[in-house]
């Protein structure tokens, strides 16, 4: 531990300093703020780096949706589902496709199936974060695998209130034991006799530490790199790929690290969405927005066919919607449904978007969920050329045809999909014979999303409003790989030993051990797993930093 004269207490450091702290933590989002918070609460002297401004502390928490997968909560008994850590140990390998080699990501989901009730679940409540009472069921796996019960929970605030939670906790040790250093982009690490003694930024200006924790973030807001791990049996990456992340998510962090001989495991795996619109008011270059397909739109090519012969419906295996979106030849398909499906099923990813849990507004986000979102789908129409409404299938045909000159969709073609469709769902319910309305009725049989997908119907039916159709392409979001970790969030070599003094922790690592999610996340693992990660970087530092005093007395 450092010697306590020797502490810098006021956030910065110049060229030449030997100013030292506890720890460094490069990135102030959740991740890097639990650490900290965790590390000062143990009395330490935290330095926190972040490339951007004040306003951006929280990092993509601060826009994300805010789901977790919690295992034996109170939500969860109250709706009669029977969950255990073995249950959710068993889901997570049958769709984690771990390898014989993955020993350190193993070890972190057994890590988090067993800890998420008292360190994740009840560590938020104790921060004064709530969670919505009905239990979502997501990932359930398309032929096997995937969530076996409902175990999505929804923070009712979306994650900017763990944010801000977060940050009111920190509150009474900023600038005491936690000093912040905003639009400070760090690019290397200081190393002495092998161990890592702190950093430098781009304006080589050098900050010491006893540990260096890396809370980057991943690398999907780096298009090009993306691109170069885009996954082997996936279709090559699309040119009109989305950016779903940030540019600061450039995956600078994880070539330093491999430079000085971290390890990097699994890069080629992500966590990528196969429904993405250009976002409407745009801030960085690709930037998109993430939508939740409706269960019940048609997912058609771009000559307006039906995509098959398996058709595609969300919320069984996004990892695959995505390998077959990568399949279009053309980088794009179309989901055509009416405004009766898009008010009741329609969503998009984030706070931005779901003003009503943000802001915790319960009554209309209640009246919005019974009657139907009109409000986001009038939003939409408005405000974005992706999402096209149409009173006639020839008006949508001519719509759709103007969004893509290059490439037209066919109006007798786009015709005899709906009919063809439409005829199925004509007849007496006990003949439905298609794959995507028996996954609808099966969804249907959870009461959560029951509120939230029609009934089957014709799609062509006047009495539901006008149609719809929205030209979606895939889009970035999560880095499943990463950093490789032992279960004390220590960076570690290619031999499986910790390099002295590093840490990753967050999407930087993986959320865990270079890859914990292995090839598929049951969605809701990430914002979680920031948690779990940070309190294990935070755990060993504090225990090893009383084992150093004890050994000195």
């Known amino acids: 531990m450092s010697n306590d004269k020797n502490k810098n207490t006021d956030g910065m450091n110049s060229n030449n300093s030997k100013a030292t702290y506890d720890t460094i933590i490069i990135g102030a989002g959740i991740a890097g703020l639990t650490a900290a918070l965790e590390l000062a609460k143990a009395d330490k002297q935290v330095l926190i780096l972040d490339a951007q401004d004040e ?7 601060r826009s994300a949706f805010g789901g977790m997968a919690l295992i034996g909560t109170p939500e969860q008994k109250r709706s009669n589902i ?20 993955d020993i350190f990501p193993k070890q972190w989901a057994k890590l988090y199936v067993e800890s ?28 096997s695998g995937g969530n076996s019960v409902p175990r999505y929970h929804v923070i009712w605030g979306t994650s900017l209130e763990l944010v801000n939670k977060m940050l009111l906790a920190i509150a009474p040790f900023k ?12 690019n290397k690490f200081i190393k002495s006799d092998e161990a890592v003694i702190g950093c430098q930024d781009t304006n080589s200006n050098l900050y010491f530490a006893d540990n260096t924790i890396v809370a980057s973030g991943g690398f999907t807001g780096n298009l090009a790199k993306v691109k170069e791990h885009w996954p082997k049996h996936f279709a090559p990456a699309p040119e009109n790929l989305l950016n779903g992340t940030h540019p600061s998510c450039d995956g600078a962090m994880h070539d330093e690290v491999n430079s000085i001989g971290g390890n990097l495991t699994h890069l080629d795996k992500m966590w990528n969405y196969a429904a993405g619109i250009p976002h409407p008011k745009a801030t960085f270059d690709q930037q998109g927005l993430s939508l939740i397909p ?70 209309t986000m209640l009246k919005e969920t019974l009657l139907g979102n009109h409000r986001l789908v009038k939003q939409m129409q408005e405000e974005c050329d992706h999402f096209i409404v149409a009173n006639t299938v020839s008006e949508l ?26 005829a199925i769902l004509s007849r007496p319910s006990s003949q439905w014979n298609d794959d995507q309305i ?61 390099i002295t003094g590093l840490y990753a922790i967050g999407e930087a690592s993986g959320f865990g051990g270079g890859g914990s999610n292995g ?9 979680a797993g920031c948690l779990l990660t940070a309190q294990q970087a935070a755990k060993y530092i504090n225990n090893l930093a009383s084992i150093n005093t004890q050994g000195t007395k």
């Open 397 to 422: 045909t001519n719509k759709m045809n103007a969004l893509t000159p290059k490439k037209r969709v066919n109006n007798d073609v786009l015709q005899q999909t709906l009919d063809d469709y439409d």
């Open 438 to 498: 028996r996954r609808i009725e099966h969804a249907r049989k959870w009461k959560t999303d029951k509120l939230r997908t029609c009934k089957p119907h014709p799609i062509q039916d006047e009495k539901h409003g006008p149609l719809i159709a929205i030209k979606v392409a895939l889009i970035s979001r999560k880095s499943l790989g990463g950093i490789q970790t032992n279960l004390n969030s220590q960076v570690v070599n290619q031999h499986a030993q910790p």
């Open 175 to 186: 600038n005491k034991k936690i000093h912040f250093n905003f639009n400070c982009k760090v």
């Open 55 to 61: 306003t951006k502390v929280g990092g993509l928490a």
């Open 82 to 101: 029977i969950d255990s850590p073995a249950i959710a140990l068993k889901d997570w390998h049958d769709f984690a496709h771990f390898s014989q080699d």
């Open 294 to 363: 409706c269960k019940s739109a048609l997912w058609l090519d771009s000559n307006g066919t039906r995509i098959g012969p398996d058709p595609m419906v969300t919320g069984f295996d996004t990892h695959e919607l995505c390998r077959r979106m990568s399949e279009q030849k053309d980088g794009y398909a179309w989901q055509v449904l009416n405004w009766k499906i898009a008010s009741k099923e329609f969503a998009v990813s984030g706070a931005e978007h779901n003003p009503m849990i943000r802001d915790k507004k319960l009554f």
């Open 116 to 143: 998420s009730y008292q360190d994740i679940y009840h560590y938020v409540k104790d921060l004064g974060v709530k969670f919505l009472p009905a239990v979502n069921w997501v990932e359930r796996g398309l032929y």
């Open 519 to 527: 090839e598929k996340s049951l969605e809701g693992t990430f914002l």
